[in-house]
């Protein structure tokens, strides 16, 4: 892969680290210093020239920072002649600012998508968008992976013969059956609104959950109060067990803690898209394999949806 060079950027050098082991390449470096008016400057210390240049960088808190960083390595990529230039985004955050709900409203997914592609992008690679019509939202070509494979291999260890996978709402109902059908299990899914006031309310869950047990399934974990809701339907609807799973575990706002807190709540499973805190109940699956060869076949120009679809 000799024409190929890959940079991280400030938000999870550890993943990118892992990538590049994975391909059996350094993970060449990159300078990130702050001027005394609080401006950034982003520097790439090697060659670009006519190279493939990808950009790992998840938009992970602090956002807004490493968004503009991100962006100021898309432009010193261009600058200094790179072939092509893919931005490897496992987490996508702005994603969730998807649709006008209400006036005068900004739409953030588009915009960010758009600056991007600005600055220089002319590739995306993410994981688990929020929703589908991300994709509309950029001019460039964009590899859509998820984690549900990985998911899937940490589960099957356990005796799946009483368990149904459940998502929290209608919305990612489609992800959920696909994970069942993964594993060769039922699926059911709660009736979930959100109030302005950002309260969440699950007045039932649709699917056979008395007795079983349950791998709840949900695209993030934030502030996790839709977990928590729906752990209380669960619990009056008679659930043996409960097991967590998600793809980006954000965990704010002590969410981690309060879901391990639940007597009830076996394991909570996330991936390493973002970088994460270890806790007793917590388990860390790894997204770098797929990545990895995910930027070895479009470095190649071979499929990426063949490896990926479910």
Not at 246 to 271: K, M, N, Q, W, Y
């Amino acid at each position: 892969m000799r024409d190929i060079a890959v940079f991280s950027g400030s938000a999870h050098p550890e993943l990118a680290e892992e990538i590049c082991a994975h391909l059996d390449i350094p993970l060449q470096p990159t300078k990130v210093q702050r001027f005394a008016n609080d401006c950034l400057e982003v520097q790439l210390q090697a060659n670009c020239r006519e190279r493939d240049v990808f950009l790992i960088q998840p938009l992970v808190k602090p956002v807004q920072e490493n968004l503009v960083e991100l962006l100021l390595m898309l432009d010193a990529a261009r600058g200094a002649s790179a072939a092509r230039t893919t931005v490897v985004m496992p987490h996508y955050s702005y994603a969730r600012s998807d649709k006008k709900d209400a006036p005068r409203i900004s739409m953030g997914g588009r915009l960010v998508a758009d600056l991007l592609a600005t600055a220089g992008a002319k590739r995306v690679l993410a994981m688990t968008l929020h929703s589908p019509q991300i994709h509309g939202f950029f001019s460039v070509p964009v590899d859509h992976l998820h984690a549900l494979r990985e998911l899937a291999a940490h589960f099957r260890q356990y005796d799946l013969s009483n368990t149904t996978v459940v998502s929290p709402d209608l919305g990612n109902a489609k992800e959920a059956a696909a994970f069942a059908r993964l594993l060769g299990v039922q699926v059911a899914a709660g009736a979930k609104q959100r109030f302005p006031d950002d309260r969440v309310v699950i007045s039932s869950v649709i699917g056979d959950i008395a007795g079983r047990d349950i791998i709840v399934l949900d695209d993030e974990i934030a502030k996790g109060s839709t977990v928590i809701e729906l752990l209380d339907r669960l619990r009056e609807l008679n659930a043996r067990s409960v097991r967590i799973a998600c793809t980006h575990g954000l965990f704010a706002d002590g969410a981690l803690e309060r879901l391990a807190a639940a007597p009830d709540v076996l394991e909570i499973v996330s991936t390493n898209t973002v970088p994460q805190v270890p806790s007793p109940k917590l388990k860390v699956l790894s997204i770098g394999p797929a990545l990895a060869e995910a930027i070895r076949r479009i470095h190649n120009g071979e499929s990426v949806s063949a490896l990926f679809d479910a």
